[in-house]
């Protein structure tokens, strides 16, 4: 069951996309742009703190770029280096509804990472994630899905794993009480 349940945020954001069916026009917050992953300075190799940091802010580029590929072999492909195999095909599962719905991801998350926990090939990421710049875009319309963006305080626990030689992120763990509480 745990593996199931490894891509239950993403799951839940696509769920909240799709699950809107009127598109109103509105005052909305500008696409932002691509957060890009933290890279080795000046021939520097990176820690295993920030090894998992840039892993777990590749996975939200990646979970994007997968809502947005229309296509379950490339999502597959994009999501490989960030995800365990056996999360990718419920992501992708969730990406199918997006694009059912003629959608494609939206701006961006941003992160805002509380604290990195190291325990050998684990590490415990607590994020007060703001998701209410990443929603989705009628692909035929070309109209952002206003009610398609998620909440700006989302506490949340991201488990990361060292597997294959590299860190993947394996659950997600949204926590009920708000960030900073």
Not at 49 to 61: N, P
Not at 112 to 134: E, K, P, Q, T
Request: proline share 6%; aromatic share 6%.
């Amino acid at each position: 069951m745990p593996r199931r349940a490894l891509s239950a945020l993403p799951l839940i954001l696509a769920l909240a996309v799709t699950g809107c069916a009127a598109q109103h026009t509105v005052g909305l917050p500008a696409k932002s742009r691509q957060q890009t992953a933290p890279t080795a300075l000046s021939g520097q190799t990176l820690t295993a703190r920030q090894q998992v940091i840039a892993a777990y802010t590749g996975y939200w580029q990646a979970f994007a770029a997968t809502m947005s590929s229309q296509s379950a072999a490339r999502a597959r492909a994009i999501m490989a280096p960030y995800e365990p195999a056996s999360a990718i095909a419920q992501t992708i599962k969730a990406d199918q509804r997006v694009w059912a719905a003629h959608e494609t991801a939206y701006g961006s998350a941003a992160l805002h990472i509380l604290n990195v926990r190291m325990a050998g090939n684990r590490a415990l990421v607590h994020d007060c994630l703001d998701l209410s710049h990443f929603g989705a875009q009628n692909t035929r319309t070309g109209r952002v899905v206003p009610e398609s963006f998620g909440l700006p305080h989302l506490n949340v626990y991201i488990t990361v794993i060292r597997a294959g030689g590299r860190w993947l992120v394996a659950n997600m763990q949204p926590v009920e009480v708000p960030c900073g509480s």
